[in-house]
């Protein structure tokens, strides 16, 4: 409404100027409108660059994300260009979980993306969102040609995700996945990882040597899943180097 303002005050102030016959009334008038347009203007300037008749609202949404790779509890990051100050993170939701292609945050300057790992029942998001809003509906009306509304300020994405889950640039979980699939390394952590239980069942066995075929089961189970993190902290530890 102020831009369609503004026309109509230079026209009715070059209308008064050159056609109105009395032109003290005339540049009277003309001058008025010409204050109008001035007026106008600076507003509409203002509502551009400094978001005069807005105010910044803040949106809070929280949503539960899963893996990128089935079978892994994995969150990825991807650097972009070169100075490391721009990134994405790429994950999955439940409703995304069978598209084709994952779900990655905003790429721009003004996102920031925070990681917490913690004793966390499920991996969330947490989209913290900023925006210029304008105040009322009187302020949407004169400015709402200028199509600013809900003008995106920045963005907070904080992760949080188990201790079991793992952290990763794509070019780590590419040398990742190629390490664990060599056959040498499957038949190494075939060995150890026996080895492994067998000393813990062994060492049990010597605290308690009446332990039923149920515990010693536990205790195999149980050193299974230490022997896995363990190897897989190991195995993160060289790549991350």
């Keep these: 409404m102020v831009l369609i303002s503004i026309l109509i005050f230079a026209a009715l102030a070059y209308f008064f100027a050159v056609f109105l016959k009395n032109k003290k009334v005339g540049y009277s008038l003309c001058f008025t409108f010409i204050a109008l347009f001035i007026v106008g203007l600076v507003m509409l300037i203002s509502n551009e660059y400094n978001h005069f008749g807005m105010e910044k609202v803040t949106t809070e949404k929280t949503q539960q994300i899963q893996s990128v790779q089935k079978g892994s509890n994995l969150l990825l990051r991807k650097d972009l260009g070169t100075s490391g100050k721009e990134n994405v993170y790429v994950y999955r939701t439940p409703a995304t979980a069978k598209a084709k292609k994952p779900q990655t945050t905003k790429v721009n300057l003004h996102v920031k993306n925070i990681v917490k790992t913690g004793d966390y029942a499920n991996a969330t998001l947490t989209k913290k969102t900023t925006r210029w809003k304008y105040k009322n509906g009187f ?22 995700v188990g201790q079991d889950w793992l952290v990763l640039t794509t070019t780590q979980a590419k040398q990742l996945q190629k390490k664990m699939s060599s056959k040498s390394f499957k038949q190494q952590m075939k060995q150890e990882g026996e080895a492994f239980v067998k000393a813990a069942v062994v060492k049990a066995m010597q605290a308690n040597p009446a332990m039923t075929s149920s515990q010693q089961k536990q205790v195999m189970q149980q050193a299974q899943k230490e022997f896995q993190a363990q190897a897989q902290a190991k195995l993160v530890e060289e790549i991350t180097k």
């Design 139 to 160: 302020y949407s009306f004169l400015f709402g040609i200028s199509d600013n509304n809900k003008e995106f300020v920045k963005q907070t994405n904080t992760f949080k």
